[in-house]
């Protein structure tokens, strides 16, 4: 058994006020593409050079990488017919990464180098997930229902190691006030009613300072705006407020940056226990 399945994202933003603005190329300035993260999926098991599941995995590898999946940014593909050979992977790239010929390829580039780094990663692993700055790789042998729902286990943060240099509170209570504003407009239906819109991207002044955050959820996310929500409240951990943060998981992320944020570079990172789940220890790149 063969099967694809895809949706694409394509978006505009109003202008509003200058108070606040919801534009498409806020994000590019801080376009890298780091590694982030990864976790192995040890309980789906290994598999032998040769065997039928490496078969199949290389081929969803393959019919990805030759489909024009940089131009929705997003790509559900699986192959195989049985449980023991069965392969299922999703990409899913950052709202800003896809959609133009420059931007497109910054998410095909994304997509060899998180296949290059889960191989390196998780040598002969059937199941895990890597993050980068520009894309989310999610490798399984169960399949991946669509809609998902959210799973609270595999969540971790980054944080700019800079405090806040005005009013903490004040600063806080603005980002999150700005989040609740990007989540209202994080979820559209295209004219067509087929195509749906998980990204949203801003920037907001506050005093001398401009805030720049951006959301996004993977397009199987059930519920994207309660994903977004839960994920804004990990991003002052134990009310440490820092210039910039971010909180990444299998279905969303946030980011949010200062103008101080953005130049420097976040590279705290910390595992999000969860009250939903026991916790993140599993995760094979973090000591919790």
Known sequence: MKFSYSLSQRFSFPILAMQFLIIHS???LNLTNEYLNHKCLFNQGKYNSGSEYEKNLNWVFHYIRTR??????FSHTSNGTTT??????????RGDS?????????CRTCLDTAILGFRKRCPSIKGGMIWYDQCFLYVSTIHIENPSRINYENVFSMHNPNNVREDAKLFAK???DFFSELTLKVEKTTSDGFRIILYAAGEKKLGKNTLYAMVQCLELTL???NCLTWSTTKLFKNGDIKQGARVFGSNCDVRIFNWLGILEPITQLTCVPSSVSDSFASMTSVDC
Not at 68 to 73: A, L, R
Not at 84 to 93: E, I, K
């Open 174 to 176: 603005r980002v999150l």
């Open 26 to 28: 806020v994000s590019s």
């Open 68 to 73: 024009p999946f940089e131009n929705v940014g």
């Open 223 to 225: 519920d994207c705006k």
């Open 84 to 93: 023991s050979n069965f392969a299922t992977v999703v990409l899913q790239c």
């Open 98 to 106: 896809y959609g133009s010929k420059s931007y497109g390829s910054k």
